[in-house]
T-cell receptor
């Protein structure tokens, strides 16, 4: 069964460093998302991406964040200068079609630890 | 007011019990409604969509009341494997199906 994959599974970085989190969505999916979950808190939306551009973003997704689909398969989230409060689990998700009832499939997540 | 509010939990129940989860949402323009399940330190996985007419999938029954902005999930005959956090999720009225999550209610089913 096709699945969303994410690498790395765990990333440890120093405050102020840049990190790139990678995702490979399901191959025929058209809509891509990043969410994050700080330990013990709810899952929060960061950004959605469709047709090679950002379609929606939350107030969390400030100038420190960027997303890119550099080739036909990868979907990346870059944090330019990490802060302690960026420590969280980051989930990538993808969806095949328009229409709200279409399921978003989540990847296993990347645990980001900022020291 | 939080966008999606759920019972804080945890719920501790014996195997075979029936357990009900409640959820309210604040945005009356929310379009679609779901229950997701999240195991510890894992990704959320869709359990079921919730329709206005109510829907059932085996031991799981979901109900939606748009007038009250209330969603429920009932699990009958609980199994040990049902132990997880249950997330109430709604979509924003944005057209891009962005998901808004509740904090979740943890369920612990004991033998």
């Amino acid at each position: 069964e096709p699945e969303v994959t994410q690498t790395p599974s765990h990333q440890v970085t120093q405050m102020g460093q840049e990190v790139i989190l990678r995702c490979v969505p399901i191959s025929n999916h058209l809509y891509f998302y990043w969410y994050r979950q700080i330990l013990g808190q709810k899952v929060e939306f960061l950004v959605s991406f469709y047709n090679n551009e950002i379609s929606e973003k939350s107030e969390i997704f400030d100038d420190q964040f960027s997303v890119e689909r550099p080739d036909g398969s990868n979907f990346t989230l870059k944090i330019r200068s990490t802060k302690l409060e960026d420590s969280a689990m980051y989930f990538c998700a993808s969806r095949v079609l328009a229409g709200d009832q279409n399921e978003q499939f989540f990847g296993p997540g990347t645990r980001l630890t900022v020291l | 007011r939080k966008e999606v509010e759920q019972d804080p939990g945890p719920f501790n129940v014996p195997e075979g019990a029936t357990v009900a989860f409640n959820c309210t949402y604040s945005n009356s323009a929310s379009q679609s409604f779901f229950w997701y399940r999240q195991d510890c330190r894992k990704e959320p996985k869709l359990l079921m969509s919730v329709y206005s007419s109510g829907n059932e999938d085996g031991r799981f029954t979901a109900q939606l009341n748009r007038a009250s902005q209330y969603i429920s999930l009932l699990i009958r005959d609980s199994k040990l494997s049902d132990s997880a956090t249950y997330l109430c999720v709604v979509t924003r009225a944005s057209g891009y199906s962005t998901l808004t999550f509740g904090k979740g209610t943890m369920l612990l089913v004991s033998p």
